[in-house]
Every structure is written in structure tokens, then in C-alpha cells.
């Protein structure tokens, strides 16, 4: 069963009404398919033990069979259509409820128009259409912002961190030392080995917010949906601000301290970045703060030849931890995917592997590829790609402020829609992704 994108309060009506004949006729269905079995139940007790074994299990899988097409009349609208047609039903309730804010703006208002419409389409409970206007006002906008920007769909989702979250990071392994014998005369005592290391990673803040203004004559003289368009435009917007921030941000002004931040990256000659994760010697170390790269070699491009670009993206795999492989993936923008798709290796062969199933996705070198036009282009000193598991190196969480309000009396003749949002992020394991950094500096 489809949905349209936007629905009426007649068509729901119809769609409802199309959905309860589906119901019934369901239900006649597996009362003709119940009698059936039981004739065929009746016909095997009748023929007692004179039936042969071979019978038996023919009449036997023929009541398996009856049964199989029996269906949960319930089930004969799924899930996903129920939410879809909730949600469309909530915008246009939303919508004709902000054209008469400023005769009264109370939640209580809105909500017992919700439930005189819930009652006449009989669609779900009072409670239930509660929170389900509750869900749809407080999630829409993020969730579409993580639809727009696949990177932000990418970051890991860890419950319970807070403004002042803090998570322990395993820096260096413990030390194990060759065993002595007991020999008679000389001494076995062993010194003692190196313990464990450990760094504290803390959670950051971003925070952003919206007030688009509407008109009265437009928001009280026309049925255009104005929520829903809000959630498209904002939304579009959000999904940028959130990307360049997780990416980008300095650290300064909730704006947290981005993946490619310069505070994350440094390909500097005898920068962070080239150090490994483990060593011995803690100057020698990579910083649990600053990710990983592979240098190009090249200033200003992913290599010299075809076959050299070909060899780098095996270098680039190769780099990463084989316990973060499994859910690797390649990140990078359109421009990128552009240079990517001319490359072939030494024998002929394309990188860029498209998917030869419809709807399956594109590869490089077996690893799924993700496009996000967030992320930079191929540049002198820039970080193009990124590969690995995003979700293990970095994470986000919602934060404490979380709402959208109608406010009409900010400034006379208009209704300003108020919305602010707050994340937290928290940087975890910097070994779980490597960055292609465009630069001739190698270590």
C-alpha cells in the first residue's frame, strides 16, 4: 500500500476505509482457509489407521500448506504505512493550528484539536495521538538532518553522554617480559613491567538554532502547509550547519572540535598525524586527540599516474586496524568521486566498482562507498577522504535542549517558529579511521 506524500484529512478517511476492507476481507479469507482445514483434519480422523504413511503426509502438508496463507489481519497494514500516515496527519494538524496561534497558542488548544480529530478518524487513542504529536514536533527536524548529510548518519549513537561526559581512552598496552629460571646461585627476580596507559577524551557541545518569520496575512490567508515546509527548508539547513560543525568545527563557540579540524590533523613535516596510535617512546606517539593519515605523496592531487592513485587506495586500506575493517567505508564528495571513477589499476581494471545489483551499493576495493559534498575537495593540504568506521571514532548524542515553539509575540504582524537544538559529540577510538591528506610531506 502507498502513501502520498501528503494526505488530506479525506484521504486518510479513505485510506482508512480501504485498509478496513483489506482487514475483512482477510478476515473471510482465513475463515474459508480454517474450514478447509478443518475438512481436511475431518477426512484423516475418518480414515483412522487404515491410512498409509505416504497419505498421512500428503494430507498433512496439505493442512500445513491451508495454514501458511492464513495472515494477522492487523498485519495487512504495515508499520512503516502507519507512521508515515500519523506523521502526514500531525504536519497538517500543525500547520492549521499555527494559522490561529495568536487567538490561542496553548498546548492545551492544540491538543484537544488533535484528539476531536483522532476521535473522528478513529485512528489510535488519545494517549497514543499525544505522544505521537510529541515525537513528530521534537525528532522530525533531526532525523532530517541526518537524512540530508550521510556523514552525520555515519556517527556513532552512544546513550547517556552529558555536558560534562568523560570516557577513559587505552593509550598503551601492559609490558611482557621474558621468564627466568631458578637457577641456584643466581637471582630470578624479575623487574617489574610496564602497566597500561589511559587519556580522558571529554564530550563537546554543538548547539544550533532557527527563527524563520511568517507573515500573518500569509499564515493566516492561504492553506499552504506551513510546518511542513519549515521542516524541509530547515532542515536542508540544519543538515549543512551540523556536517561543517562535526567536520569543521574549531572548538570555539559551540561549534566543537571537528573531525578535519586543524586540531585533529596535523600533516605538518614531522606532524601528530604521521606518528602511530602505540609506541614505546610517548614522544614518538600519536596524540589520542589527532587522527591518523596516509600522505598522497602529491601536492595537490591523489597521485602522479592511474596506477599510482590505484596503489595509494590499497596503502590507505592497508593503514587501517584490521579489527575496524568490518565496517569500513569510504567518504569523500562528488568532485572526488569524479577523479575516483577515471582511475584504473595496472591490469585495466576500474577502482570505482559500481554495484552490478540494482540498488546495491558502490564499492572500492570491496568497501562501501558513502558520498557527502560536505566533505572537502582534492587540494593542496586538504583531507578529501575518509576511511574506516566513523561510528567507533566518533560519536553524538541528543543534548538537553530539544524544542520548537510558535512565537507571536515577538514582533507585531508576524509568528516567529523558534527552534533550537543542542548535541553532544565525544571523539573516542582515533585509530578507527585513516585520512587522506594531499601533501608531499610523507612523515
Not at 174 to 183: I, K, M, Q, Y
Not at 259 to 287: C, I, Q, T, W, Y
Not at 330 to 353: M, Q, S, Y
Request: aromatic share 6%; net charge negative.
Amino acid at each position: 500500500m502507498t502513501i502520498p506524500e501528503k494526505l488530506t484529512q479525506a484521504q486518510l478517511r479513505d485510506l482508512l476505509a480501504k485498509s478496513q476492507a483489506h482487514i475483512d476481507m482477510q478476515v473471510k479469507l482465513n475463515a474459508e482457509l480454517k474450514a478447509q482445514v478443518d475438512g481436511t483434519v475431518e477426512k484423516l480422523v475418518a480414515m483412522g489407521t487404515v491410512v498409509s504413511s505416504e497419505k498421512f503426509e500428503e494430507l498433512t502438508q496439505e493442512i500445513s500448506d491451508l495454514r501458511s496463507k492464513m495472515k494477522n489481519p492487523a498485519s495487512v497494514i504495515n508499520d512503516a504505512d502507519q507512521k508515515l500516515a500519523l506523521k502526514q496527519f500531525t504536519v497538517k494538524a500543525y500547520g492549521d493550528w499555527s494559522r490561529q496561534v495568536k487567538k490561542d497558542n496553548s498546548l492545551k488548544s492544540f491538543m484537544t484539536s488533535m484528539e476531536d480529530q483522532y476521535k473522528t478518524l478513529n485512528i489510535t487513542t488519545d494517549a497514543e495521538g499525544g505522544s505521537a504529536v510529541a515525537s513528530v514536533l521534537s525528532m522530525d527536524l533531526i532525523e532530517y538532518a541526518i537524512e540530508m548529510s550521510p556523514i552525520l548518519g555515519q556517527l556513532g549513537k552512544k546513550q547517556g553522554i552529558t555536558r560534562d561526559y568523560t570516557e577513559l581512552v587505552l593509550i598503551s598496552y601492559p609490558s611482557v617480559a621474558d621468564g627466568l629460571e631458578n637457577v641456584a646461585g643466581t637471582s630470578f627476580i624479575n623487574g617489574p613491567t610496564t602497566t597500561q596507559e589511559y587519556a580522558t577524551v571529554k564530550s563537546e557541545v554543538i548547539k544550533v538554532n532557527a527563527a524563520p518569520k511568517i507573515t500573518d496575512e500569509a499564515l493566516k490567508g492561504t492553506t499552504y502547509n506551513v510546518y511542513a515546509d519549515l521542516i524541509r527548508l530547515i532542515g536542508r539547513e540544519i543538515a549543512i550547519t551540523l556536517a561543517a560543525k562535526v567536520l569543521f568545527g574549531d572548538g570555539t563557540d559551540l561549534n566543537s572540535t571537528g573531525m578535519l579540524a586543524s586540531a585533529r590533523v596535523d600533516v605538518g613535516v614531522g606532524g601528530d598525524s604521521f606518528k602511530p596510535s602505540m609506541h614505546a617512546n610517548v614522544a614518538e606517539r600519536r596524540p589520542h586527540g589527532v587522527f591518523p593519515v596516509v600522505s598522497t605523496g602529491v601536492a595537490d592531487s591523489l597521485g602522479v599516474t592511474s596506477v599510482a592513485i590505484a596503489d595509494y587506495f590499497i596503502d590507505l586500506k592497508n593503514a587501517l586496524p584490521t579489527m575496524y575493517l568490518g565496517k569500513a567505508s569510504f567518504h569523500f564528495n562528488r568532485n572526488t568521486l569524479g577523479a575516483i571513477e577515471k582511475v584504473r589499476d595496472a591490469d585495466g581494471n576500474p577502482l570505482f566498482i559500481k554495484s552490478l545489483m540494482q540498488g546495491g551499493p558502490a564499492t572500492i576495493l570491496g568497501f562501501p562507498v558513502v558520498i557527502d559534498d560536505t566533505l572537502p575537495n582534492i587540494a593542496a593540504g586538504s583531507t578529501p577522504i575518509i576511511f574506516g568506521d566513523i561510528a567507533s571514532a566518533y560519536a553524538m548524542a541528543n543534548g538537553d535542549i530539544d524544542y520548537m515553539q510558535a512565537n507571536p509575540y515577538k514582533e507585531q504582524g508576524v509568528t516567529y517558529f523558534e527552534y533550537s537544538k543542542e548535541i553532544f559529540v565525544i571523539m573516542q577510538a582515533s585509530d578507527a579511521i585513516i585520512l587522506c591528506a594531499v601533501t608531499t610531506v610523507t612523515e
